[in-house]
């Protein structure tokens, strides 16, 4: 198990300018701080592509599919041609090209790694989603480039993975890092985080069920982890800021066929590039069950 960080995991914080606009709509109405709050929820953050991740940016061929059922278009990355293909899909203000040292450790094992920036993320067009598109844009991959033997998926990534298995995608396994759990714990953490009281939680859970016509609940991870019947990593460290450790526990618990992997002082982000990690995810993949 990788070492304890010296250096605390520091959550990201949000800007002040956000918290003060919130506080100012909940003094006015609970109904236009829930508006607010809708729109911070699903408009992400489009980060510059740090130099670490331009390699895979310049190697890979490129290019812009369309997505029928949200009638969006998204950028895909494709990474060579084997028979062999994995699905990587990134977390929120992420992006395709994000978890780069996985593609590289499946490139050496023989694999085709394709990856997409999500709608509104990357280089994809846009300025908000939900986890129904990344859910929509993965089934619409697999409809064109065909079955993938292995879905590996990043925080928001991780529950659309899951439950893209659990509406049909078929793989022969799933790997899930740092993934959130439970809709309504990651709704009130948000609030929680903008200053906002409880209620408002509940508001914005009803806004987008309303909106929608859908259960947030039904895309909590651990209700599509349940219905799974493939083997399934679920990799979480026990100091991730964002997506409490308690999440992938919970997932876990309720798989089949589960393995947990955690690991300590890496965070949210640096899990992705850890050694202990890769060599972990080669390994599952490897295994034959």
Known sequence: MPKKSVNPVKSLKIPLFILVSSKL??????????????????????????????????????????????????????????????????????????????????????????????????????????????????????????TFDIAIGHSLGGMSVLNSVKSGLNVKKAVVIGSGDIVQDILDDFILKLGLKTEISIRLRDYFENKYQVKMDDFSAYK?????????????DKDDPEVPVKAGIHIHEHLKKGSLFLTEGLGHRKVLGNQSVIKKITEFINKND
């Open 25 to 146: 709509c909940a003094f006015f109405s609970p109904k236009l701080a829930t508006i607010y709050a809708a729109k911070l929820f699903t408009t992400p953050i489009k980060h510059k592509v740090p130099k670490r991740e331009l390699e895979m940016d310049a190697g890979s061929a490129q290019k812009v599919i369309h997505i029928p059922s949200i009638n969006k278009n998204i950028t895909v990355y494709e990474y060579i041609k084997s028979e062999k293909k994995v699905l990587l899909v990134h977390g929120w203000s992420g992006r395709g090209t994000q978890l780069f040292k996985i593609a590289d450790a499946l490139l050496e094992k023989g694999y085709a790694v394709v990856s997409f920036d999500a709608p509104a993320h990357g280089k994809s067009k846009g300025n908000s989603t939900i986890m129904s598109e990344f859910i929509e844009s993965i089934l619409e991959i697999e409809n064109l480039y065909g």
């Open 224 to 236: 599509a982890a349940a219905e799974l019947e493939i083997p399934v990593l679920v990799i979480h």
